[in-house]
């Protein structure tokens, strides 16, 4: 039980992390280099995604997939970040 508190615990502050970064990113390219905001929402949703992707693989949860079938759990990540977006 204590080992499924840690990664819950590990999983929230990526997902802190994550957001820091959208909500970063897209303030730095909307204010800073006048960015239309919908496209630096965009841009900052691609970056934390796929920083949430490589910290959650790396620090929270092990990969039951090998080298080969790293790119389709890429995929399925994303989609299911867009459709948790929607």
């Known amino acids: 039980m204590s080992k499924l508190i840690g990664q819950l615990m590990k999983f929230g ?3 802190i992390i994550a957001t820091v970064i959208d909500f970063v990113v897209l303030t730095i390219l909307t204010e800073t ?3 239309y905001y919908l496209t630096s929402a965009a ?3 691609i970056v934390a995604t796929l ?3 490589v ?3 790396r620090y929270v949860f092990n990969s039951r ?3 080969h079938e790293k ?3 890429l ?3 994303i989609l299911l970040s867009v459709v948790g977006l929607g």
């Open 51 to 53: 920083f949430n992707y």
């Open 13 to 15: 502050v990526v997902g």
């Open 33 to 35: 280099f006048g960015v």
């Open 43 to 45: 841009i900052g949703f």
């Open 71 to 73: 790119r389709k759990e």
């Open 55 to 57: 910290a959650s693989m």
């Open 75 to 77: 995929i399925l990540f």
């Open 65 to 67: 997939f090998g080298p």
